[in-house]
């Protein structure tokens, strides 16, 4: 099992950078790949970059490609997520959560860390 906690979130102006953390819990963390979902007011729950368990492999929806990016370091159980030029469409809730090992299912989530970019 492993517990995470999102942080990094804030309020930046449009084209500005942030940084999220998801910081877990566990001795198994390694073996979790993990994403980063965000949700805005009024909208669906959407996936907006991954990185596996097993050679680090990202993948990044296509509002974010060239953007975001994904990193992760699993000797302090901490994934990143670089999110740079930012927009106002890019305000939203963000969780991060993990799967075990390549399942494909997300059973553990963060509680989530508000980011807001202002035009």
């Known amino acids: 099992q492993v517990q995470l906690a999102e942080s990094g979130g804030g309020l930046v102006q449009a084209g500005g950078s942030l940084r999220l953390s998801c910081a877990a819990s566990?001795?198994?963390?390694?073996?979790?790949?993990v994403g980063w979902f965000r949700q805005a007011p009024g909208k669906e729950r959407e996936f907006v970059a991954g990185?596996?368990?097993?050679?680090?492999?990202?993948n990044y929806a296509d509002s974010v490609l060239g953007r975001f990016t994904i990193s992760r370091d699993n000797l302090g159980n901490t994934v990143y997520l670089q999110m740079n030029s930012l927009k106002p469409e890019d305000t939203a809730l963000y969780y991060c959560?993990?799967?075990?090992?390549?399942?494909?299912?997300?059973?553990?989530w963060g509680q989530g860390t508000q980011v807001t970019v202002s035009s």
């Open positions: 566990g001795r198994t963390f390694s073996r979790y790949s």
């Open positions: 990185i596996s368990w097993i050679g680090g492999i990202k």
């Open positions: 959560a993990a799967s075990w090992q390549s399942s494909g299912t997300y059973d553990y």
